[in-house]
């Protein structure tokens, strides 16, 4: 599960990344912003990935 979620959380990052760059080079502040905005997600959303594999570790080391 979390290899996947965290592959997908990067390509978005990375597209978040490309807007900003396109948005700074065509000084388009709204691309520049909605880049950010991406990158800043697929930050939250890597972080609650980590959560729940950390979770479901300490699941599975109880049930043992």
């Known amino acids: 599960m979390g290899f996947d979620d965290k592959a997908k959380h990067k ?3 990375m597209v ?3 807007k900003e760059a396109t948005g700074a080079a065509t000084d388009d502040d709204s691309l520049r912003a ?6 800043t997600k697929a930050g939250v959303k890597d972080k ?3 959560i729940k ?3 479901n570790d300490k ?3 109880i049930g043992s």
Do not use: F, H, L, Y
């Open 11 to 13: 390509v978005e990052d």
């Open 53 to 55: 594999d950390k979770v």
């Open 16 to 18: 978040g990344r490309g």
């Open 34 to 39: 909605e880049g950010k905005a991406d990158q």
């Open 48 to 50: 609650v990935t980590d």
């Open 59 to 61: 699941i599975d080391d």
